[in-house]
């Protein structure tokens, strides 16, 4: 029997202005089904394994090892799950006991976490950030983007913790004008809002808070914006290849 090999779209191909002009019915639930969940889970015990980095890990180690020559460090990890970032990290950290692991995310995704992460003594998980009290690196990985005041929560979280650094990855930003789509899940025509940034508006936003950009890259993830049209694609060559992106806050140094 041959297989009919079904083209599955990662947006609905629609564009809003903001989260509030996505209808309410087509909103769901992706990050806590139990396969998003059971796929992060299986994906840590691969980066157990795994003895080479992507480059987001590679650039978050290499800062890391830096600041922690002579600092213990907290890192805020934005939406940051089940805290699968730092189980593929810590091998790579030269000096583990000096960083703390602080992941924030929804009340849905931190009551899993607690429950199915146990035993690590330098990951903690809050759905409040007023329980966060230190944040040297601020850290977002294909977070940014699904936060209803992207901008909004930089400027709260600059003025809260004052990091010495930004760090910013798998974000959707190219040559297009601000807008929101839908993320749709897997297994139905439903899904999650999610920004494609405008990259020069979305940079400046970041300048104006007193950071300085010291690296940005593309990653070797791309969006699938292929039913939009052009003047929605992050490039001209529709390659969306997501980016990265490291600040540094005017006048901090990080020492060599
Ligand atoms: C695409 S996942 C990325 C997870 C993780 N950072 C990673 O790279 O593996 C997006 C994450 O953002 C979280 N999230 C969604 N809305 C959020 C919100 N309003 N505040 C904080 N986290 C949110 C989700 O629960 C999910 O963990």
């Keep these: 029997m041959s297989e009919i090999k079904v083209d599955k779209k990662q947006f609905n191909g629609v564009v809003y202005s903001r989260f509030s002009d996505v209808p309410v019915e087509s909103i ?27 480059e987001v890990t590679a650039k978050l180690a290499l800062l890391i090892n830096l600041l922690t020559k002579s600092e213990r460090i907290n890192v805020l990890d934005y939406g940051g799950g089940l805290g699968q970032l730092l189980i593929s990290l810590e091998k790579h950290l030269l000096s583990k006991n000096r960083v703390i692991w602080e992941v924030f995310d929804t009340e849905e995704m931190i009551g899993i976490a607690k429950e199915r992460i146990k035993g ?3 990951l903690f998980f809050h759905k409040n950030i007023q329980e966060v009290k230190k944040a040297d690196i601020l850290f977002f990985r294909q977070s940014l983007q699904v936060l209803e005041n ?26 297009n004008e601000d807008y929101v789509s839908l993320v749709l899940s897997a297994q139905e025509n439903k899904g999650h809002p999610c920004w494609i940034f405008n990259e020069e508006r979305l940079l400046s936003s970041v300048n104006r808070l007193g950071y300085s950009l010291i690296d940005k890259f593309s990653e070797n993830i791309t969006i699938n914006l292929s039913n ?18 490291i600040f540094l806050r005017e006048g901090a140094e990080v020492g060599l």
């Design 28 to 54: 769901a639930s992706i990050f806590v089904t139990d396969s998003a969940i059971e796929g992060i889970l299986s994906k840590c015990k691969w980066y157990t394994e795994r003895v080479t980095q992507e």
């Design 120 to 122: 690590k003594n330098n």
């Design 150 to 175: 992207p901008v909004k929560i930089l400027t709260d979280l600059t003025h809260l913790f004052h990091p010495k650094i930004i760090f910013m990855s798998g974000v959707p930003a190219g040559k």
């Design 228 to 245: 939009f049209p052009d003047k929605f694609q992050m490039d001209d060559e529709r390659k969306n290849h997501a980016r990265g992106y």
